[in-house]
């Protein structure tokens, strides 16, 4: 009763609503609406389907956000048959046309996140109820990510969770409408023991400056878990406020903490920062306990390697994918990339790119955007050619497995772009885990109507 | 008794007028909101929750003239006391909406109480300072309380005392109700519109009252207030308590429509928000801090997501090569340069209009109506002579 | 001096104020009797607002008590003084500049009769008849009922103060506290102003006015102090003090006693 009351509403009001946005011109591009019954939240009903792409354009995770959207519209162009299609061609198996998604070409719209949750949210809210999006996708903060996969389980729309490394996205905040292709802390903290144990030895001491959130959090404790089983020791962790700006009041102690390694669990422009300001402060030529100071990064990307410039020479980390893959859909994502904004992609954007390509995908194999059998087609599905290799989506959490990268900054770069040398592959045999670790429920899958 | 009820509503004719117009404007927002592409419940629900924000923070800093930079924190309060509320006892808002009110309120008693021993830059360095604090302890302190930079959300296993009383767990996440009726979307919108006409009410009666007055005489020359008899503390502890149970009752709601709480809804920029609106609207004005608040809600939900593609298909009628030149110069005001934008109306109205928005309605009114008493300026009304 | 048989209203009792090394009162007494108008006059830097902000309480002595109608006003708090009804009139005036003129002269009179603080927002301030009748009948014996709804910012220096004068007039105080009421006047306000004084002065409420201006005092005083050095020279009725060798010394910039720190 009062559900269908609440479809009334809501239709008069997105009508009326879409001809005021028309006649000042800013609709962004919700061209035509039906008027049958919707038996979900915004089941697109003319020919058109609308994407929410939800990313940081300030605050400090805006690098990653900016080329997370230009990866989001190049999959659009790609999706509708424009341009030279990506990694279409490549993905497997894939049932995608190039004619856009279910017959409707795709649109989108776009959203500043702020990098804070409430922001984020409204911003969502304003994509599911303004302009009727019937996935959104975004990321690039753990915090804002969880915090909007949970207003979309809510108002029953999918999320294609974007950069977000936190175990708590696919761990105990995990939802059912909530999917994520990136890796997490835990897989980074798997991979990067061995490339760091045969650096640098089994007896270390290791100080952390984490970012002061979840992912920092989970990053934090993976990274002592992995390092611990090595035989390193574990300074008392220090905490950071996101987006500081100034860590030289966090780096002074270090020096005489006795620890003999630094774990910057640090990312975006707060990595760019504390990494720049731990080099000044001489931290990478110091010899403590007999051993060279060493720093480790655990999650880095090539936008952060470009911020911190020299400063990243030598320093190890873990990467979801980097552009110089020579796979073959890597290749054509970054040629596609490279040939529309003139710079190859970082891993925000790859993964940016992928999520969207993978839900047109299982919606079109699902024959419907109807959100249980999209869901149903994500979960447990197994496929290749998106520049990771072969990748499960995990039905337990909607946590991808695949390669993990370790990576480690090029001592000589050859162009601005070459910033990362691949060192080591962690297969995602050793970076798979029980799913009951991190707890969590995934809640139900039954429609809502926004 | 009947002559109490009298007085308790009783409200001069140019008050009553004043309430009709403000409610049929907030209830036609979907409306006349919807040619300006914001007509979605998710930002009508803030408009009318920030109003009230504003409203609180305008009986203080318009009245007495306190300029306090921590008014987020009773927000913050408020917002965390719902979600627990939902989560212990009970989806209902209005348990919810009480627990937050008395809670900000207590809080307010607290930081208002310190705070209120200084005047002048130092007052609201003292609540900037009690703020930053509350957000601290929000963020990283008080993290079992609040779940830190991750908010606190509901969760399935909440033990809502009160409802599983009644009946059993559903599946999924409930959602807020109102004696057991559930709403969300444009039903919460109108809720939180008759909270807030409810709380204009009130702000008008705080207005006209002597009381009001006092406030004003406060913010005009406290010396005298003082060698006129009147304990001025307790005007401005009373002023400061009341807008802080405002700023409760707006994170109450915020809770009500978006179950979540979360520790940067208390930062100092959260604080200086609030305080841009009522200048913006115009200081000690009744409806300035309203349209302050809506405006810069408008700004942030709505330039922010202009994109090129959007811009182009508004300058649709430019000549196409012109076009990108206009779509390129305009891009930097919108999406992440919304703030450009924001900050740029900010300078003009201060340098222009020092009385914010409702100067400017003032002046163009003047230029009509001639006719009409002279007004004594924004922080004034002086008694019609009847 | 012996005046047990009088009503005393305000004794100002062995009172120093000290500034450091510096003694700005030095054993005053002072005795203010009921229904009387009590001058202190002084040359410049005698002590006169010294004294007058130790009676109010903005001071507190370093020795020595203020007692008003039994009670010890020393350490109190301005609000509570002005509550036991004694009420200042300031040299530039204190007043509201962002109200109305009649709002100005309403405002006290809610602390006359609701107390310290009462915030009943229920009761419009349009509502309140009585008090509004009670200003606009002492704005029109000050001469401002025509500017009632005047901005009072926008008002001259004259009507400023004898609009502050009217407030202090709303709350019937046991003792007006008037300091120099005619500074900076003109001489047809000044006259005004005497004239609404001497009106006051028929309703039997107890002033003390500090004043340099002769005219002035003799024409409003029933007793004289003369102040200089932070000390009172003499006392008495206008005509005794008015021939006082003491006295003329003193208005002649000599001070009464040679070597004090002054």
Redo the contacts between chains.
């Keep these: 009763m009062t559900k269908s009351l609440k479809g009334i509403k809501r239709r008069t009001l997105v009508k009326s609503g879409l001809a005021g946005i028309l006649a000042t011109g800013v609709a962004p591009l919700v061209l035509t609406r039906g008027t049958y019954a919707q038996e979900y939240c915004n089941a697109p009903t003319g020919d058109t389907v609308t994407l929410g792409f939800n990313v940081p354009l300030t605050g400090p995770y805006a690098d990653e956000g900016a080329d997370e959207q230009r990866a989001f519209e190049l999959a659009v162009e790609h999706l509708n048959g424009e341009g030279d299609g990506g990694m279409l061609p490549t993905y497997t198996p894939s049932v995608l046309t190039g004619q856009g998604v279910l017959g409707k070409k795709v649109a989108f719209v776009t959203g500043d996140t702020q990098t804070k949750a409430d922001a984020a949210r409204d911003s969502a809210r304003r994509m599911i109820e303004r302009d009727g999006v019937v996935m959104v996708s975004g990321g690039s903060s753990s915090g804002v990510a969880i915090a909007v996969q949970g207003l979309c389980q809510e108002m029953g729309v999918i999320f294609m969770a974007a950069l977000t490394h936190s175990n708590d996205t696919t761990g105990k905040d995990k939802k059912r409408y909530g999917f994520r292709h990136f890796f997490n802390a835990y897989q980074t903290g798997v991979a990067i023991g061995p490339s760091l144990g045969k650096a640098y030895g089994n007896d270390r001491v290791a100080y952390h400056l984490t970012s002061d959130y979840t992912w920092g959090w989970t990053t934090e404790e993976s990274m002592i878990a992995s390092t611990e089983k090595l035989g390193w020791k574990t300074i008392t962790p220090v905490r950071t406020p996101v987006g500081a700006g100034d860590f030289s009041q966090y780096i002074t102690p270090v020096l005489n903490s006795g620890a003999d390694v630094l774990i910057l669990n640090h990312y975006g422009f707060d990595m760019v920062n504390s990494l720049t300001q731990a080099v000044q402060f001489g931290l990478k030529d110091k010899m403590v306990n007999g051993k060279q100071f060493e720093i480790v990064v655990p999650l880095v990307s090539d936008l952060m390697a470009k911020g911190a410039g020299p400063a990243m020479k030598g320093i190890y980390g873990t990467s979801n994918w980097d552009w110089q893959l020579e796979d073959a859909a890597s290749q054509a994502f970054t040629k596609s990339f490279g040939a529309k904004y003139g710079q190859p992609p970082s891993q925000a954007a790859h993964t940016a790119y992928v999520q969207t390509l993978l839900y047109a995908d299982a919606c079109e194999r699902a024959g419907t955007f109807y959100p249980p059998e999209v869901i149903k087609q994500l979960e447990g599905f197994e496929f290749d050619g998106l520049g990771n290799g072969p990748t499960l989506y995990r039905a337990a959490d909607h946590q991808c497995f695949k390669d993990v990268l370790v990576v480690q900054g090029k001592e000589t770069p050859s162009n601005p772009f070459d910033l990362l040398d691949h060192v080591d592959t962690a297969s995602r045999e050793s970076v798979t885990y029980d799913p009951a670790i991190f707890g969590g429920e995934l809640g139900p899958d039954t429609a809502a109507m926004c | 008794m009947n002559a109490t009820a009298k ?2 509503f ?3 004719r140019r008050d009553l007028i004043t309430l009709v117009i403000f409610a049929l404007v907030v209830l036609a927002m ?2 006349w909101l ?10 009508m629900q ?1 408009f009318a929750i920030y109003a009230i924000f504003a409203l609180g923070f305008n009986i203080l800093f318009g009245l007495t003239g306190y300029l306090s930079f921590g008014h987020a924190a009773f927000l913050g309060v408020g917002s965390y006391t719902a979600v627990w509320s939902f989560k212990l006892l009970s989806m209902d808002v209005i348990p919810a909406i009480i627990f937050a009110v008395i809670l900000s309120g207590i809080f307010a008693v607290a930081i208002g109480y310190l705070s209120l021993r200084r005047t002048g830059i130092y007052f609201s360095i003292l609540t900037l300072a009690f703020a930053q604090m509350s957000y601290n302890l929000a ?2 302190v008080l993290t079992p309380i609040t779940n ?4 606190l ?1 509901l969760s ?1 296993r909440d033990p809502r005392v009160l409802d599983l009383a009644f009946g059993p767990r559903e ?3 409930p ?1 807020a109700s109102l004696f057991g ?2 709403f ?4 919460a919108f109108y809720f939180c519109a008759v909270v807030l006409l409810l709380a204009f009410f ?1 702000a008008q ?2 207005f ?7 406030l ?2 406060i ?3 406290q ?10 503390r ?2 401005a502890m ?1 002023a400061f308590v009341i807008s802080g149970m405002y700023a409760g009752l707006a994170g109450a709601l915020l809770a009500i429509t ?1 179950p ?1 709480a ?1 520790a ?2 208390m930062q100092w920029t959260a604080s200086g928000e609030v305080v841009l609106m009522t200048i913006l609207g115009g200081v000690g004005t009744l409806i300035g801090p309203v349209i302050g608040a809506w405006l810069i809600k408008y700004f ?3 330039f ?4 090129d ?2 811009l182009t ?2 300058f ?1 009628f430019v000549p196409d090569g012109l076009r990108e030149v206009v779509v390129a110069i305009s891009s930097k005001f919108v ?2 340069g ?2 450009l934008t924001l900050g740029l109306l900010f300078v003009l109205v201060v340098m222009f209009l020092p009385g914010g928005i409702m100067e400017g309605v003032r002046r163009i009114r003047g230029l009509f109506g001639s006719g009409r ?1 002279p007004q ?2 924004a ?2 009304r ?2 019609a ?1 009847e | 001096m012996s005046q047990t048989d009088a009503n005393i209203v305000l004794h100002v009792a062995d009172v120093h104020k000290n500034f450091g090394g510096l003694h700005a009162l030095s054993d005053i007494d002072l005795q203010i009797e009921e229904g009387k108008t009590h001058a202190i006059i002084g040359p410049n830097g005698a002590g006169k607002s010294t004294l007058l902000n130790v009676i109010i309480g903005r001071l507190a002595p370093s020795r020595g008590a203020v007692v008003f109608d039994g009670k010890v006003l020393t350490g109190k708090k301005p609000h509570e003084i002005n509550q036991m009804g004694v009420v200042r009139v300031f040299q530039t005036p204190e007043i509201f500049p962002e109200l109305s003129v009649l709002q100005n002269v309403m405002a006290p009179a809610f602390a006359k009769r609701d107390g310290a603080f009462k915030a009943n927002i229920f009761m419009p301030l349009d509502a309140e008849k009585a008090i509004r009748q009670e200003a606009e009948d002492i704005l029109n014996d000050v001469g401002l009922f025509e500017r009632r709804q005047s901005h009072a910012g926008a008002l001259s220096r004259g009507d400023k103060r004898r609009m502050e004068l009217a407030m202090c007039l709303i709350q019937h105080p046991k003792l007006l506290l008037l300091d120099e009421p005619t500074a900076g006047m003109s001489r047809h306000d000044t006259n005004t102003t005497i004239a609404l004084l001497q009106k006051i002065k028929a309703s039997g409420m107890t002033k003390v006015i500090i004043e340099h201006d002769m005219h002035v005092v003799f024409s409003l005083a029933d007793r004289i102090s003369v102040l200089a050095g932070g000390r009172i020279i003499a006392e008495g009725e206008p005509d005794a003090v008015r021939g006082d060798p003491r006295v003329q010394e003193a208005y002649l910039g000599g001070t009464y006693e040679p070597g004090e720190a002054h």
Aim: aromatic content about 10%.
């Design positions: 007085t308790l009783s409200m001069s979907p409306i919807s040619p300006l592409g914001a007509a979605y419940p998710g930002l803030k963020y990283s830190g930079e991750t908010s959300q399935l599946p999924g996440l959602s009726h559930t969300s979307g444009l039903e009130i009666k705080i006209s009252s002597p009381f009001g007055m006092m004003r005489a913010k005009s020359n010396t005298r207030m003082n060698y006129a008899g009147f304990n001025t307790s005007y009373t978006d979540l979360g940067e809804r942030e939900n709505i922010s997501a202009f994109n593609t959007a298909h508004f649709g999406g992440e919304w703030q008493t004594t300026g922080v004034s002086p008694q002579a």
